[in-house]
């Protein structure tokens, strides 16, 4: 489409040296308890040797691993009764044997999402900090949120940060707060509106913790002498697993963005989290912080869920409800429109919609928005990140299939003041792959989750062929001068 759209050398590639270390569970409690009692038997002055060894050969790969290895020990002892009084020692050598690395990023990183980073400062003159999230993905196909952080120069040359090699997850906090008006709300959504979850959220106050909500649940559940109907069980358990897919998690403020990594910690997300959208929100008080739509996938159903963040250290994912909220590829406006939330969808797979809220939690409506016209897209198009803000009106990037099911990267703009109004559209993809990104994991692929206007140009990373992620930068003018 374009004749100055410049494709950038860096090229971010998978890494297998990028390891996380994760729970090992060996199976049932029979036979962990079978493990612990082998380890048992080992004589305590073989303990510290074997520790040693363990300590040595893998303390280069984490940070503070004999804390981690006496953190797993007690998960594991929390959920078993054969432990026993063991030496500090031993505790670590057990725990250790409970754990194991995971390849973040072996089978690819791709599928990236770029905003203004929140702290500018020390910054070049027109230039810019930047974070970018990238979708990992590793053994088993799971797929977690991992970062990067660069400068893109007044010039727009782009400069990635070199990732750090002690990769961590963040800390669940143990007792979030939840707003009752909200949370009953998201429960009548679901169905969960009886007598009993009624007696539930009146034993709990306008703002209320996961503890007191479980000593509400026990209460109710044990009201009667002879227990409470199945009916009533399935409930609790169904507001118990609400509580708990809303949730927080907590970065240490040491850690570089590239060590944090968000890993599937929800039912909803046990099989990965899928191309996030992140984008830098503009709040009614005229502060910013960061939302991220993202595909939750379970292994057979995949749900749109919602991150926010306002520092990247500190990240509340939320459930999204409602009819509207379904299927993948939501991506939020960058601030309200006329005092409410827009989010592009496509719900009907092969289009793309837009719908509005006051409430980002909820999502009841939709308006199509554009069918596949051209060839390139016929077999589907949707959003390709959040819209971006110009005085034209607002630019989305969107990506179309076509033949040999090969994925390009169009544009389209929406009118500023009624964005379900299209303006135009490109004829011709923007980015298509070429001879140097069309192999890998999923051939024929070029795909982005979100770009940044700087100084007249877009900034575009995009995912090659669902293995690893490059860069292009074009005059926006161009692209607007090329719609029809």
């Known amino acids: 489409m374009s004749r100055h759209l410049k494709r950038i050398a860096t090229v971010l590639k998978p890494d297998q040296t990028r390891v996380l270390l994760r729970p090992f569970d060996p199976g049932d409690s029979q036979r962990t308890c079978g493990i612990i009692a082998r380890i048992k038997e080992i004589p305590e002055h073989e303990v510290g040797r074997l520790l040693n060894e363990v300590a040595a050969e893998f303390s280069q790969r984490h940070s503070a691993i004999q804390v981690t290895f006496l953190e797993r020990y007690k998960q594991v002892c929390d959920q078993l009764v054969c432990v026993d009084d063991f030496s500090e020692q031993r505790k670590l050598l057990i725990g250790s044997f409970f754990l194991a690395e995971y390849s973040l990023e072996s089978a690819a990183l ?18 810019v900090r930047f974070v970018l999230s990238l979708r990992a993905t590793g053994e088993g196909h799971i797929s977690s949120i991992t970062f990067r952080t660069g ?98 998690v907590k970065f240490q403020a040491d850690q570089a963005y590239s060590d944090r990594i968000l890993f599937p910690a929800t039912p909803s997300q046990r099989n990965g989290i899928e191309d996030a959208r992140f984008v830098r929100f503009l709040n009614d008080d005229g502060s910013h912080h960061y939302y991220a739509t993202f595909t939750a996938y379970d292994g057979k159903v995949v749900m749109p869920e919602l991150v926010e963040t306002a520092d990247f250290l500190d990240f509340r994912f939320l459930t999204l409800n409602g009819p509207a909220a379904e299927n993948k590829g939501m991506a939020l406006f960058p601030r309200k429109i006329d005092g409410q939330y827009a989010m592009l969808s496509r719900q009907g797979n092969e289009d793309i919609s837009i719908m509005f809220s006051k409430n980002v939690h909820f999502w009841f409506e939709r308006k199509l928005l554009l069918i596949p016209r051209f060839p390139w897209e016929m077999i589907q198009i949707g959003n390709c990140g959040s819209p971006i803000e110009t005085d034209d009106g607002w630019l989305v990037l969107s990506h179309g299939v076509g033949p040999m099911r090969k994925y390009c990267i ?28 069309r192999e890998g994991y999923v051939p024929n692929v070029v795909y982005t989750c979100g770009a940044m206007l700087h100084n007249g140009a877009l900034v575009i990373p995009y995912g090659m062929a669902d293995h690893a992620t490059g860069f292009a930068t074009v005059p926006l003018a161009e692209v607007l001068a090329a719609m029809e």
């Open 110 to 127: 791709f599928n990236p999402s770029i905003v203004q980073h929140p702290d500018q400062t020390g910054v070049p003159e027109g230039a």
């Open 151 to 248: 400068i893109i120069s007044a010039n727009c040359e782009i400069e990635i940060d070199e990732p750090t090699g002690f990769l961590n997850e963040p800390h669940q906090l143990p007792n979030p707060s939840y707003e009752q008006s909200l949370f009953a709300q998201k429960l009548e959504e679901l169905g969960l509106n009886s007598e009993f979850t009624r007696r539930v959220l009146q034993r709990l106050s306008e703002w209320f913790t996961l503890d007191e909500l479980r000593l509400s649940l026990t209460a109710e559940q044990f009201r009667w002498p002879d227990g409470n109907a199945s009916i009533e069980m399935a409930t609790a358990q169904g507001i118990w697993l609400l509580a708990r897919s809303n949730h927080e």
């Open 410 to 437: 169009g544009a389209f703009l929406l009118d500023r003041d009624d964005p379900t109004k299209v303006l135009g559209r490109l004829r011709e993809p923007l980015i298509k792959p070429n001879s140097d990104e």
